[in-house]
Structures are given as structure tokens and as C-alpha cells.
Nanobody
Framework: QVQLVESGGGLVQTGGSLNLSCAVS???????????MDWYRQTAGKQRELVAA???????NYADSVKGRFTVSRDNAKNTGYLQMNILKPDDTAVYYC?????????????????WGRGTQVIVSA
């Protein structure tokens, strides 16, 4: 029903930057509103870690490990969120996921959604 697709990951050297995108779309439904978009990351053998939590595209909380280096933004017209990552470190190496919550219209009713993307790999070389 609702799909999230992350992109922008890749291999970068320490100190480099990447800008991840999370595009939210409905296969046959229309997205009415994205109330929240959060970014997580996960490495093998570890639990998924919250990187940045953004409600209504305004209030954003960042994990201490990324404060001052990562910035969340959103283009509501495109239903797309972004995670700008600067001054990357090897510890930032992980699969990055976005989670979005909001409302979609199925042609008859407005319904809530809470969905995840499949992730995009970020590798920061030393």
C-alpha cells in the first residue's frame, strides 16, 4: 500500500558526506500527510539504532553520536525526506533505514500508515 524507498548510500572516505533520501509513495493510494519520519541504522549483530527522529518536519532529535554532523530535512511536495550526513566516521558504517508515519487515502477513506524502507548501505572507510 505505502512504500518507502531509501537511496543515496554508498562508500565514502572518513570525513566525507552523503545525502540519503527516503521517498514515500502509495502504489495505488495517495499520501495525504507524513506526520513523522525517523531514520535508523543497523550493523550486523546489533539492534537497530535511532539516528534522527523528526515530527511534522519541525522538531528533530538526534542521537548524541551524530549531533552536529547529521541534518534531517523534508520536501513535503515530493513526500521525500533527507538525511544529510557530514564528517562521516567509520562508526557510521551501517544500513540506514527510514520509518514514516502518516495518513494515506485509499479512494474511500483516510487511513494511517507506519512503514519501513528496505534500507541503504553506508560504508565509511578509514
Amino acid at each position: 500500500q505505502v512504500q518507502l524507498v531509501e537511496s543515496g548510500g554508498g562508500l565514502v572516505q572518513t570525513g566525507g558526506s552523503l545525502n540519503l533520501s527516503c521517498a514515500v509513495s502509495g502504489s495505488i493510494y495517495s499520501i495525504s500527510r507524513i506526520s513523522r519520519m525517523d531514520w535508523y541504522r543497523q550493523t550486523a549483530g546489533k539492534q537497530r539504532e535511532l539516528v534522527a527522529a523528526s515530527a511534522n518536519g519541525e522538531t528533530t532529535n538526534y542521537a548524541d553520536s551524530v549531533k552536529g554532523r547529521f541534518t534531517v530535512s523534508r520536501d513535503n511536495a515530493k513526500n521525500t525526506g533527507y538525511l544529510q550526513m557530514n564528517i562521516l566516521k567509520p562508526d557510521d558504517t551501517a544500513v540506514y533505514y527510514c520509518n514514516a508515519q502518516g495518513i494515506y487515502h485509499d479512494g474511500n477513506y483516510y487511513r494511517p500508515f507506519n512503514d519501513w524502507g528496505r534500507g541503504t548501505q553506508v560504508i565509511v572507510s578509514a
